[in-house]
């Protein structure tokens, strides 16, 4: 009379082993879950324009001329945790760059950067790297007078008060967007290469 019995209950022990087995892996995923860091979430940011600038060096007969613009916007959801799912955008107003009073009335007109028909520049990340340390690579596309270019960035982060500031730097070829067309497009008289600079500072930016 054994047997029939154990044949009976052995249906029911493999089903509580069943019950017991999925309890476990439940437990131990909710375990996980708890663990696991909450996925970082890119957020708006707004720029501090007062803390914030762009310059510029050119060269004019190997005289070096600083440069600055005085309005320009940023847009960006910026997340150092996340810089893969951020997105970097920014306008520079032409029509603001400030050299000199000689100088500035030449940078409006066509042979340079025809702010009546291209009044600003502008730049859109297409993608982000973190490096470490607080440092960044930006890659995306600067378009200056119509025409885009593929550019690549380093930023470095650092972060304050509640605050987070951008710097960094590149070298434009002013030829390649058509600045200085005609005459001067001889680079004896005005060096094809500029210095860009900028330091952007930034409120609603997630701590590293």
């Known amino acids: 009379m054994t047997a029939p019995r154990a044949q009976t209950l052995a249906p029911h022990a493999r089903r509580r082993r069943a019950l017991w087995a999925g309890a476990a892996a439940a437990l131990a995923l909710s375990a996980l879950q708890a663990l696991a860091p909450t996925p970082a979430h890119a957020v708006d940011a707004t720029l501090v324009p007062a803390s914030s600038e762009i310059t510029f060096?050119?060269?004019?007969?190997?005289?070096?001329?600083?440069?600055?613009f005085k309005r320009f916007a940023v847009k960006t959801n910026f997340n150092p945790a996340a810089p893969q799912t951020s997105q970097i955008a920014f306008s520079v107003d032409l029509a603001s760059a400030a050299i000199n009073a000689e100088t500035d009335g030449e940078l409006a007109k066509p042979e340079w950067f025809n702010t009546p028909k291209?009044?600003?520049?502008?730049?859109?990340?297409?993608?982000?790297?973190?490096?470490?340390?607080?440092?960044?690579?930006v890659a995306g596309k600067l378009a200056i007078k119509g025409?885009?270019?593929?550019?690549?960035?380093?930023?470095?982060?650092?972060?304050?008060?509640?605050?987070?500031?951008?710097?960094?730097?590149?070298t434009l070829k002013r030829l390649d967007f058509k600045v200085g067309e005609g005459e001067w497009a001889d680079t004896s008289m005005v060096a094809n290469e500029a210095q860009v600079k900028?330091?952007?500072?930034?409120?609603?930016?997630?701590?590293?």
């Not at 600003?120 to 490096?131: G, R, V, Y």
């Not at 900028?198 to 590293?208: E, M, R, S």
């Open 57 to 68: 060096v050119a060269k004019q007969f190997g005289v070096p001329l600083n440069g600055r």
């Open 118 to 137: 291209f009044p600003s520049a502008s730049f859109q990340s297409t993608a982000i790297k973190a490096l470490g340390a607080g440092k960044f690579e």
């Open 147 to 170: 025409t885009p270019r593929e550019l690549t960035v380093p930023v470095q982060i650092a972060q304050a008060n509640g605050l987070t500031t951008a710097t960094g730097g590149f």
């Open 198 to 208: 900028f330091k952007l500072v930034l409120q609603g930016v997630p701590a590293q």
